[in-house]
């Protein structure tokens, strides 16, 4: 397995493209289980009880380390094979299952019961232990819930604790430009990370235009809200730094076009003093507790007015950065050469 399926740095090469690796699509999924036997990644059965096995929690992973891409398609090969034992036992129970059965109205609801309330630390949710209707057969005799839970503690099993060449070297630049072509080199040798798209490949990534976007038609838009407090808070930041163009825009702002993205509780979440360095283990990445306003226009664009990197307690510290496009019509021709902004 370590030669295969997470080491692809040890794939083999494609004459027709130098030296780069030759990447298989999909992993033969008989050779895949195989491995995961072959390197105990599977769960244990250590004992029989009544007739059955306990599996062993043990989620371990065997192999030490391993290559992004390797790791990325051994993990989603994994989040498959869980993905389809799950719709086989939905498809048996009837709950969302592929192909629908008609049932009358008393058989759904013996069927289909949430769970005692307090029964369990999750929401209201569907109980999957249902008594079986009457004259079919019991699909708990068919599936030990055990056994199909068991499946679970494989993913982590594929998550190794070392990623190599996660990060590539030298990402930095002093321009959005010069970030922007070194994105180019690694996507164009498909090195780690760089062999999917990622938004870097458009020309516009460091636009405000773009930053803006997806706060509010993103995957999460729901995290934005009204301003309220933080308009004044930056409006107090202007005065302090003199800035009267963004003074002024927030004086004359309508309430509902103000919005913000705040993330100001992070350091809360993860119990860190207002001092403290956000940071992995390994001390190579950081995280921020960024706050950043927005203003909402008639013809519906989100433009971004200021932005606090890292916010500890107030928008002086650090010191908001002030956009110097009041407007999406202003001229983008500094965007590109833009820094820090």
Same mark, same amino acid.
């Given at each position: ?197 990622? @938004? ?23 995290? @934005? ?117």
């Amino acid at each position: 397995m370590s030669a295969t399926l997470f080491r692809m740095d040890r794939v083999n090469k494609n004459p027709s493209n130098g030296d780069l690796p030759c990447f298989p699509k999909e992993w033969d999924k008989g050779v895949f289980k195989s491995e995961l036997i072959k390197n105990s990644l599977f769960p244990r059965a250590i004992t029989p009880k009544d007739n059955d096995f306990i599996f062993s929690p043990d989620v371990r992973a065997a192999l030490p380390e391993g290559t992004f891409q390797g790791t990325q398609k051994a993990a989603t090969e994994m989040y498959n094979h869980i993905q389809s034992r799950f719709t086989s036992y939905f498809d048996i129970t009837n709950f969302e299952s592929t192909i629908p059965q008609p049932l009358e109205l008393e058989q759904k609801q013996k069927l289909f019961s949430f769970q005692k309330s307090g029964s369990d630390n999750f929401p209201p949710h569907l109980d999957l232990v249902t008594s079986p209707i009457e004259g079919a057969v019991n699909f708990l005799e068919i599936f030990n819930l055990t056994r199909l839970l068991d499946i679970g503690l494989l993913l982590p099993r594929v998550i190794l604790d070392k990623i190599l060449n996660f990060i590539n070297d030298d990402p930095e630049s002093s321009t959005m430009v010069g970030i922007q072509q070194r994105n180019r080199e690694i996507r164009k040798a498909k090195k780690n990370i760089g062999e999917e798209p990622n @938004i870097g490949d458009r020309d516009d990534w460091f636009t405000d235009a773009v930053f803006a976007q997806p706060n509010f038609t993103g995957t999460n838009p729901t995290t @934005i809200c009204k301003a309220r407090d933080w308009a004044a808070k930056f409006q107090g930041e202007t005065t302090v730094q003199g800035n009267q163009k963004i003074a002024g825009l927030l004086k004359d702002a309508t309430v509902d076009s103000l919005y913000v993205q705040d993330y100001s509780y992070f350091r809360d979440a993860v119990k860190a003093n207002e001092d403290s360095l956000l940071t992995s283990d390994d001390g190579k990445r950081f995280g921020c507790a960024s706050v950043c306003l927005f203003q909402l226009i008639p013809t519906g664009k989100l433009h971004t007015l200021t932005i606090v990197i890292d916010y500890k307690g107030g928008v002086d510290k650090p010191v908001a950065n002030f956009n110097k496009r009041l407007s999406p019509s202003d001229s983008t021709f500094s965007e590109a050469g833009g820094w820090p902004w």
